[in-house]
Nanobody
Framework: QVQLVESGGGLVQVGGSLRLSCAAS????????MGWFRQAPGKEREFVVA????????YYGDSVKGRFTISRDNAKNTVYLQMNSLKPEDTALYYC??????????????????WGQGTQVTVSS
């Protein structure tokens, strides 16, 4: 079993920055992918970014390219999401997720096996 705990959300003004963290615990942690998704009220869960755990290669959703950066610390079993130039449309509940299947990349939430509880990001204009 794997537990994922997000932190770092909050209220920020347009153009500001936040850094989210996702710490994993439980079984020997070696996922194929770690991902961040977000869900705004009344909308479907949206893929934000994923990172290959071993190689560190990252893949970004179009809406966040150039503004968000994902990184990971394998020794700490932690993944980070640095969010810059935040916009009101970035307001959402942000979830981290771990995929243990044989994926090089997947954007589909159903392919991820474990999820955190989410951390709220609110961008005020």
């Amino acid at each position: 079993q794997v537990q994922l705990v997000e932190s770092g959300g909050g209220l920020v003004q347009v153009g500001g920055s936040l850094r989210l963290s996702c710490a994993a615990s439980g079984r020997t942690f070696s996922p194929s992918l770690m991902g961040w998704f977000r869900q705004a009220p009344g909308k479907e869960r949206e893929f934000v970014v994923a990172i290959r755990w071993n190689s560190g290669n990252a893949y970004y959703g179009d809406s966040v390219k150039g503004r968000f950066t994902i990184s990971r610390d394998n020794a700490k079993n932690t993944v980070y999401l640095q969010m810059n130039s935040l916009k009101p449309e970035d307001t959402a509940l942000y979830y981290c997720a771990a995929a243990f299947g044989a994926y090089s990349l997947t954007y589909f939430a159903n392919d991820y096996d474990y999820w955190g509880q989410g951390t709220q990001v609110t961008v005020s204009s």
